[in-house]
């Protein structure tokens, strides 16, 4: 079983918005905080929007005011609510998640379940 399942991505005009969603297998979504990371052609992963076991978030500020991070936990998802998007938010986005429910952070090295990937492309 995939431990975590992207979609939602998708090609937008600028100014548009999508929800990125990420089905969580029932192995790892209990107890742990999760997070959004993207990554553009060329450049290095980074850190979206972060959300712990007790609903507490932390967003870059890149995205702040034009995201949001939830969850539903009757469904076993996560969600990122993209609105306003401009180009520069064209990338790779990717969820994940780690054991430490606690956790705030946007640093990838603190994360070790990974999805696959959902693209999401931004025109001017």
């Known amino acids: 079983q995939v431990p975590l399942a992207e979609s939602g991505g998708g090609s937008v005009q600028a100014g548009g918005s999508l929800r990125l969603s990420c089905v969580l297998s029932d192995q790892i979504y209990g107890d742990y905080c999760m997070a959004w990371f993207r990554q553009a052609p060329g450049k290095e992963r980074e850190g979206v929007a972060n959300i712990d076991n007790l609903g507490n978030t932390a967003y870059a500020d890149s995205v702040k005011g034009r995201s949001t991070i939830s969850k539903d936990i009757a469904k076993n998802t996560l969600y990122l609510q993209l609105n306003d998007l401009k180009p520069e938010d064209t990338a790779m986005y990717y969820c994940?998640?780690?054991?430490?429910?606690?956790?705030?952070?946007?640093?990838?090295?603190?994360?070790?379940?990974w999805g696959q990937g959902t693209q999401v492309s931004v025109s001017s």
């Open positions: 994940a998640a780690d054991s430490r429910w606690w956790l705030l952070s946007l640093n990838e090295y603190n994360y070790h379940e």
